[in-house]
């Protein structure tokens, strides 16, 4: 499995913006960024296929930003106007898939420990 450590996160104001950085071992066909709350399910955010296609939650489109360095082993989750239900634990997941979208990451069952996010109103 490929390792991966997300990085990035911290407390912010509404409005704010962070951007997130996940390192992995090696490159795949699949990287994205879900989160997850004490109270909720699993959301995916956002991912980016290989060959570079995107795909973003409703709730974050427009304002989240993902995208890849050259080598495709770092990760990035650009967040603006963030939000307080934009407050969860985010993590990096990723993996050989044939079809990314933010639907089938969470079924990668691949991913690091997390970085916090929260934002205060």
């Known amino acids: 499995q490929v390792r991966l450590m997300e990085s990035g996160g911290d407390s912010v104001q509404s409005g704010g913006s962070l951007r997130l950085s996940c390192t992995a071992s090696a490159s795949t066909s699949c990287m994205g960024w879900f989160r997850r709350t004490p109270r909720s399910a699993r959301e995916g955010v956002a991912s980016?296929?290989?060959?570079?296609?995107?795909n973003y939650a409703d709730s974050v489109r427009g304002r989240f930003t993902i995208s890849q360095d050259n080598a495709k082993t770092t990760l990035y989750l650009q967040m603006d106007n963030l939000q307080p239900e934009d407050t969860a634990m985010y993590y990096c997941?990723?993996?050989?898939?044939?079809?990314?979208?933010?639907?089938?990451?969470?079924?990668?069952?691949?991913w690091g420990h997390g970085t916090q996010v929260t934002v205060s109103s």
């Open positions: 997941t990723a993996a050989r898939y044939p079809d990314c979208t933010v639907d089938s990451i969470l079924l990668l069952g691949n």
């Open positions: 980016i296929a290989y060959d570079g296609t995107t």
